[in-house]
């Protein structure tokens, strides 16, 4: 972990592409499902949410800058406690790298190779993320700063694109749901507005400490907006009726556009698998380098790669997608609980008990 070093903007994008990933899963449909045109203010809260989490956690990453959550987490919290907290961390990160391995195979399958299986894809894809994951952190976030404008303006494209095709109409009435769904669209959406949680692991690679904290809330800002405007842009596209049907609604949106290209929509397909190469090398990458440190002898690329068989086989579990639904949804529920709960009660204990790690020798010797 000592020889990667990044910047704070390179960690940051990688953590942004991962969520701005969220259209391989079935997020704005569950927004739909759930709070239907009223998921607007679930997706806001939960914007504001992610400030304030990602603010406490870069206070508790910068009380120990030379070391990740696997190293400070036992000395806040005890080896009994902490371990566990660690592996929960890990094994979250590890498991949401699962789920997304079968919503982008069956992404993939749906969109460009129809009466393919899904076995083909996950092949391809566990090749490419296995290579990405051997050229750890720098690798990652260098491919990753490649495509991310790329993948943003793909996104701008759609929405502009499909401008003429909104309805106003759509937001109304307003809560069509009621309120029950706000609670379950706030944690989905909170959820994935965390994954960049992935700091606690990062963060000693990361050269230019100083001014991360603002960097941390514009980030998280512009990950919420992103997700508002994406669901938006389903919501007055396809309304809630055709939205609660579509498993990945903002395909649709995409595939109505006319770009010139016969089966244009594969293009769009095509940009956002760089997005998922990219989110998912990070989550195993995060995984693997947990794993690494507390069993020193483990090399992160090996754990990398031995891990990949056993995602495959957590992603091909479910015996159908709607089964697959069900996973993912209790799965970003008990997300919430880590990425909220681990950071806010770990910086509070830290507090309480007087726990701070070293400086990095560049600030000692200021």
Not at 22 to 44: E, K, T
Not at 201 to 206: D, E, G, K, L
Request: with cysteine; glycine share 8%; aromatic share 10%.
């Amino acid at each position: 972990m000592k020889t990667q070093r990044i910047n704070k903007v390179q960690a940051l994008s990688v953590a942004l592409t991962s969520i701005v990933a969220a259209v391989f899963q079935p997020v704005f449909r569950d927004f739909l499902l759930w709070s239907g045109n009223g998921a607007w203010l679930p997706i806001l809260l939960a914007g504001g949410l992610s400030v304030i989490v990602m603010l406490v956690t870069v206070t508790l990453a910068d009380r120990f800058p030379t070391q990740s959550a696997t190293e400070y987490l036992p000395v806040i919290w005890g080896k009994w406690i902490g371990y566990p907290l660690c592996l929960g961390l890990l094994a979250i990160f590890f498991l949401k790298g699962a789920i997304a391995l079968r919503y982008i195979s069956e992404f993939f399958v749906t969109v460009v190779l129809p009466e393919t299986p899904i076995s083909s894809v996950l092949v391809i894809m566990l090749i490419v993320i296995g290579y990405a994951v051997s050229t750890q952190l720098e690798g990652i976030v260098r491919f990753n700063q490649l495509v991310l404008p790329i993948i943003l303006i793909s996104m701008v494209v759609v929405l502009f694109g499909s401008l003429p095709n909104l309805s106003a109409w759509n937001l109304l009435p307003l809560f069509d749901q009621g309120l029950d769904g706000i609670i379950p669209s706030l944690a989905t959406g909170a959820s994935y507005l965390l994954n960049s949680t992935a700091l606690l692991f990062i963060y000693p690679a990361i050269v230019d400490k100083p001014g991360i904290k603002g960097w941390t809330a514009r980030m998280s800002i512009t990950a919420s907006l992103i997700f508002l405007l994406l669901y938006l842009d389903v919501l007055l596209y396809a309304g809630t009726s055709l939205g609660q049907i579509l498993t990945w609604p903002f395909l649709t949106v995409a595939d109505s556009l006319r770009i010139g290209l016969e089966r244009g929509e594969v293009l769009f397909m095509i940009i956002w698998m760089m997005a998922a190469t990219s989110k998912l090398s990070l989550f195993f990458y995060i995984c693997s380098l947990g794993v690494s440190q507390i069993i020193p002898k483990l090399k992160v690329g090996w754990v990398g790669l031995a891990s990949l068989p056993a995602a495959a086989y957590l992603a091909m579990r479910p015996q159908n997608l709607p089964a697959a639904l069900n996973d993912h949804t209790l799965l970003h529920r008990i997300a919430l609980i880590f990425h909220i709960g681990v950071p806010v009660l770990s910086l509070g204990v830290a507090l309480l008990r007087g726990k701070r790690g070293d400086m990095p020798d560049e600030q000692a010797a200021n």
